[in-house]
């Protein structure tokens, strides 16, 4: 069933990328939402859309339906030009946003039909298209049901259904998992974990490790420019800098002269004591739990770190590097 909805779209343009953004730029007043944001996003692609609060995330996807215009730049769906052929464009997407506006006193069902409607689906499509979307979605259970007394997260998947029913082939969405339970968020990620093996995906969050789990590659904007761009694991070995997790028994030196001797390694950005909860079994009296930040380009400090320590006459109990995280790229490269 999934798979009669969810066809593997290939639009008529062609093969070339579902979405170009050429030196989109947008201001509003004084504020410059967008420079020159240039991306490209090819077939099949699940992309992560991340950034901080007002990076402009909103704004490229509104750029992109065409609900709002460039102050400058271009961008293309499916090879059509957003303004220039916006019938087109609109046929190619399917959007859903943080809360979808949906009547409190209409089904679900009804929702469905209208939409049917509006999209123009062929009436003798309409109810198997309907049906899809339904068991896609998971709603058959409250198809009839007063939109308004569904769960939030019941009604991000009424607007998932209803952005899928003409069978786009490109999915926006706008913080979809925004104000769900972890349960919820875990089943609108293994939904749209499932489209985007059919469809290309933009999906803005907060939520990195739904990112992590879902997204073939991340994009992350900060003040209306792109930042990183990569495939998730290959962001956080570039972007994070290994970190290390050392124990250390240091004999007549104490934490603070530990931390200083360590902070001296050529290639170390930040050290800290780190508390040793979590540090394995009991760890032995005098022992130290040390956490160590490499620069990002230094990609193994630990024959460093074994040479310092066998130098200050330490014993090394412990000496391991856990992976980097999105949440480490996004941090270096968003704040402030
Ligand atoms: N309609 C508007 N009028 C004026 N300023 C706007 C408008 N829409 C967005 N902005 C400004 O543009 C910038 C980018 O906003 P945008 O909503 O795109 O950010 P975002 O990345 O989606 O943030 P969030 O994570 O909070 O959703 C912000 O400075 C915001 O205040
Ligand atoms: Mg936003």
Redo the contacts with the bound molecule.
């Keep these: 069933m999934i798979q009669r909805l969810l066809t593997d779209t290939y639009p008529a343009a062609g093969a070339g990328p579902m979405v170009q953004v050429r030196k989109l730029s947008?201001h509003?007043?004084r504020?410059?939402?967008?420079r020159e944001l240039t991306f490209e996003l090819r077939r099949g692609e699940v992309l992560g859309f991340l950034?901080?609060?007002?990076?402009?995330?909103?704004?490229?996807?509104?750029l992109l339906t065409g609900y709002?215009r460039p102050t400058s730049g271009q961008a293309l769906v499916a090879g059509y030009d957003v303004h220039e052929q916006s019938l087109e464009v609109r046929r190619q997407l399917g959007v859903v946003s943080?809360d979808t506006p949906l009547s409190p006193e209409m089904t679900p069902l009804e929702h469905l039909q209208f939409v049917a409607e509006l999209r123009r689906i062929d009436p003798r499509a309409r109810e198997q298209r309907i049906g899809d979307a339904v068991e896609v979605c998971g709603l058959f259970d409250v198809l009839t049901r007063a939109t308004g007394e569904l769960s939030k997260g019941l009604r991000q998947r009424v607007g998932l259904a209803l952005a899928l029913l003409h069978d786009p082939a490109i999915l926006l969405l706008?913080?979809p998992t925004s104000g769900l339970d972890p349960n919820q968020i875990r089943e609108l990620r293994e939904l749209i974990r499932a489209i985007g093996r059919h469809k290309t995906v933009i999906l803005?969050t907060?939520v990195l490790s739904e990112v992590q789990a879902t997204c073939s590659r991340v994009l992350i904007?900060s003040d209306?420019e792109i930042v990183a761009d990569g495939e998730p694991h290959a962001l956080a070995a570039q972007h994070a800098g290994a970190s290390y997790q050392l124990l250390v028994e240091g004999g007549h030196e104490d934490g603070a002269a530990i931390v200083a001797a360590l902070r001296g390694l050529p290639g170390v950005e930040q050290v800290a004591l780190a508390p040793l909860v979590g540090a394995g079994a009991m760890p032995p009296r005098g022992a130290v739990s040390v956490s160590v930040r490499a620069l990002p380009d230094r990609t193994d400090l630990r024959r460093e770190l074994f040479c310092c320590a066998r130098d200050h006459g330490w014993v090394l109990l412990e000496l391991h590097r856990p992976p980097a995280t999105l949440e480490d790229v996004f941090r270096r490269l968003t704040a402030d």
């Design positions: 947008k509003f007043g504020v410059q939402a967008l950034g901080p609060n007002g990076a402009g995330k909103t704004t490229t996807l509104r709002l943080e706008d913080e803005s907060h904007i209306g």
